[in-house]
Protein backbone atom coordinates (compact mmCIF):
# COMPACT_ATOMS: atom_id res chain seq x y z
CA UNK A 1 0.00 0.00 0.00
CA UNK A 2 1.51 3.18 -0.77
CA UNK A 3 1.24 6.15 1.03
CA UNK A 4 1.11 9.65 -0.65
CA UNK A 5 3.20 12.31 1.53
CA UNK A 6 1.69 15.14 -0.43
CA UNK A 7 -2.35 14.82 -1.32
CA UNK A 8 -3.09 14.31 -4.79
CA UNK A 9 -4.43 18.07 -5.05
CA UNK A 10 -1.01 19.49 -3.95
CA UNK A 11 1.66 17.19 -5.82
CA UNK A 12 1.45 19.59 -8.95
CA UNK A 13 2.48 22.59 -7.03
CA UNK A 14 5.07 21.05 -5.31
CA UNK A 15 6.48 19.75 -8.58
CA UNK A 16 6.17 22.79 -9.98
CA UNK A 17 8.52 23.85 -6.65
CA UNK A 18 10.83 21.03 -6.88
CA UNK A 19 11.53 21.99 -10.91
CA UNK A 20 11.90 25.96 -10.22
CA UNK A 21 13.72 25.93 -6.89
CA UNK A 22 15.93 22.53 -7.25
CA UNK A 23 19.00 24.21 -9.07
CA UNK A 24 18.88 27.30 -6.29
CA UNK A 25 18.72 24.79 -3.79
CA UNK A 26 21.55 22.70 -4.70
CA UNK A 27 24.27 25.82 -5.05
CA UNK A 28 23.06 27.23 -2.08
CA UNK A 29 23.77 23.93 -0.23
CA UNK A 30 27.11 23.68 -2.51
CA UNK A 31 27.97 27.17 -0.93
CA UNK A 32 28.00 25.90 2.53
CA UNK A 33 29.19 22.43 2.32
CA UNK A 34 31.47 22.73 -0.86
CA UNK A 35 30.96 19.41 -2.20
CA UNK A 36 28.70 18.93 -4.70
CA UNK A 37 27.60 15.48 -3.86
CA UNK A 38 27.03 16.74 -0.62
CA UNK A 39 25.29 19.75 -1.81
CA UNK A 40 22.60 17.12 -3.73
CA UNK A 41 22.36 14.93 -0.66
CA UNK A 42 21.30 17.86 1.80
CA UNK A 43 18.78 19.48 -1.12
CA UNK A 44 16.99 16.02 -1.55
CA UNK A 45 16.97 15.69 2.22
CA UNK A 46 15.32 19.24 2.17
CA UNK A 47 13.27 18.32 -0.26
CA UNK A 48 11.82 15.25 1.37
CA UNK A 49 11.47 17.14 4.11
CA UNK A 50 9.87 20.02 2.69
CA UNK A 51 7.46 17.68 1.05
CA UNK A 52 6.12 15.62 4.36
CA UNK A 53 5.18 19.52 5.49
CA UNK A 54 4.41 20.88 2.09
CA UNK A 55 1.03 22.27 4.56
CA UNK A 56 2.65 24.33 6.43
CA UNK A 57 5.29 25.20 3.65
CA UNK A 58 3.62 25.68 0.47
CA UNK A 59 3.32 29.27 1.34
CA UNK A 60 6.52 30.03 1.23
CA UNK A 61 8.29 26.67 -0.07
CA UNK A 62 11.78 27.92 -1.02
CA UNK A 63 12.29 29.91 2.16
CA UNK A 64 10.95 26.89 3.89
CA UNK A 65 13.51 24.45 2.12
CA UNK A 66 16.02 27.07 2.34
CA UNK A 67 16.05 27.30 6.07
CA UNK A 68 15.87 23.13 5.85
CA UNK A 69 19.35 23.35 3.76
CA UNK A 70 21.04 25.65 6.41
CA UNK A 71 20.17 23.64 9.26
CA UNK A 72 20.80 20.34 7.60
CA UNK A 73 24.83 21.84 6.60
CA UNK A 74 24.76 23.22 10.53
CA UNK A 75 24.53 19.49 10.98
CA UNK A 76 27.30 18.57 9.25
CA UNK A 77 29.22 21.10 10.09
CA UNK A 78 28.90 19.68 13.53
CA UNK A 79 29.37 16.20 12.46
CA UNK A 80 32.85 17.40 11.24
CA UNK A 81 33.90 19.10 14.20
CA UNK A 82 33.87 15.53 15.63
CA UNK A 83 35.59 13.67 13.55
CA UNK A 84 39.79 12.81 13.95
CA UNK A 85 41.40 14.95 11.58
CA UNK A 86 41.84 13.43 8.05
CA UNK A 87 45.56 13.26 6.45
CA UNK A 88 45.85 13.66 2.35
CA UNK A 89 47.85 11.05 0.66
CA UNK A 90 49.15 13.00 -1.41
CA UNK A 91 49.48 16.36 -2.77
CA UNK A 92 46.25 16.62 -5.02
CA UNK A 93 46.14 20.61 -5.55
CA UNK A 94 46.27 21.29 -8.78
CA UNK A 95 46.95 24.69 -10.67
CA UNK A 96 44.63 26.77 -12.28
CA UNK A 97 46.09 27.74 -15.75
CA UNK A 98 42.90 28.34 -17.67
CA UNK A 99 41.92 31.99 -17.26
CA UNK A 100 42.38 34.44 -14.78
CA UNK A 101 38.04 34.69 -13.57
CA UNK A 102 38.63 30.91 -12.95
CA UNK A 103 41.21 31.70 -11.04
CA UNK A 104 40.08 34.70 -8.98
CA UNK A 105 36.67 32.19 -8.57
CA UNK A 106 38.93 29.38 -6.81
CA UNK A 107 40.57 31.57 -4.68
CA UNK A 108 37.15 32.69 -3.61
CA UNK A 109 35.68 30.15 -2.67
CA UNK A 110 39.18 28.50 -1.02
CA UNK A 111 38.51 31.56 1.18
CA UNK A 112 34.76 31.65 1.89
CA UNK A 113 35.28 27.82 2.63
CA UNK A 114 37.87 28.68 5.24
CA UNK A 115 35.50 31.12 7.16
CA UNK A 116 33.72 29.90 10.10
CA UNK A 117 30.17 28.12 9.12
CA UNK A 118 28.29 31.11 10.36
CA UNK A 119 29.87 33.73 8.43
CA UNK A 120 30.01 31.45 5.28
CA UNK A 121 26.03 30.96 5.50
CA UNK A 122 25.22 34.45 6.08
CA UNK A 123 27.32 35.48 3.00
CA UNK A 124 26.30 32.60 0.87
CA UNK A 125 22.45 33.69 2.12
CA UNK A 126 22.96 37.37 1.54
CA UNK A 127 25.24 37.60 -1.66
CA UNK A 128 24.90 34.44 -3.30
CA UNK A 129 21.02 34.07 -2.63
CA UNK A 130 20.56 37.46 -2.12
CA UNK A 131 18.30 37.27 0.64
CA UNK A 132 16.90 40.47 2.86
CA UNK A 133 18.93 40.62 6.41
CA UNK A 134 15.55 39.53 7.67
CA UNK A 135 15.28 36.35 5.70
CA UNK A 136 18.50 35.94 6.58
CA UNK A 137 18.02 36.33 9.89
CA UNK A 138 14.85 33.71 9.49
CA UNK A 139 16.70 31.82 7.76
CA UNK A 140 19.46 30.98 10.07
CA UNK A 141 16.86 31.55 12.89
CA UNK A 142 18.94 34.44 14.56
CA UNK A 143 18.88 38.07 15.20
CA UNK A 144 19.08 41.03 12.37
CA UNK A 145 21.74 42.09 14.69
CA UNK A 146 23.75 38.68 14.39
CA UNK A 147 23.92 38.69 10.46
CA UNK A 148 24.66 41.75 10.13
CA UNK A 149 27.71 41.62 12.27
CA UNK A 150 28.42 37.88 11.27
CA UNK A 151 28.25 39.82 7.41
CA UNK A 152 30.92 42.45 8.27
CA UNK A 153 33.06 39.85 9.88
CA UNK A 154 32.99 37.80 7.28
CA UNK A 155 33.67 40.14 4.50
CA UNK A 156 36.62 41.44 6.58
CA UNK A 157 38.29 37.97 6.48
CA UNK A 158 37.77 37.52 3.28
CA UNK A 159 39.15 40.80 2.26
CA UNK A 160 42.13 40.06 4.46
CA UNK A 161 42.59 36.79 3.18
CA UNK A 162 42.15 37.67 -0.75
CA UNK A 163 43.74 41.41 -0.59
CA UNK A 164 47.78 39.75 -0.84
CA UNK A 165 46.41 37.24 -3.32
CA UNK A 166 44.64 39.27 -5.70
CA UNK A 167 48.07 41.77 -5.23
CA UNK A 168 50.13 38.82 -6.08
CA UNK A 169 48.07 37.95 -8.96
CA UNK A 170 47.65 41.38 -10.66
CA UNK A 171 51.61 41.95 -10.54
CA UNK A 172 52.09 38.41 -12.17
CA UNK A 173 49.61 39.69 -14.59
CA UNK A 174 51.50 42.62 -15.73
Known amino acids: MEHDVIPPAEKRAFERFVAESSDRLVRTAYLLCGDR ?29 RRVVV ?3 KDRWRDLARRPNET ?9 TVS ?22 VLV ?26 TARALSRLRAALTPE ?9
Open 100 to 121: DGIADRDQLLRAARALPEGQRA
Open 166 to 174: MENADADRR
Open 37 to 65: GHAEDLVQTALLRTARRWGRARRQPEAYA
Open 125 to 150: LRYFDDLSIEDTARALGCTTGSVKSQ
Open 71 to 73: NLA
Open 88 to 96: AMGDTEVAI
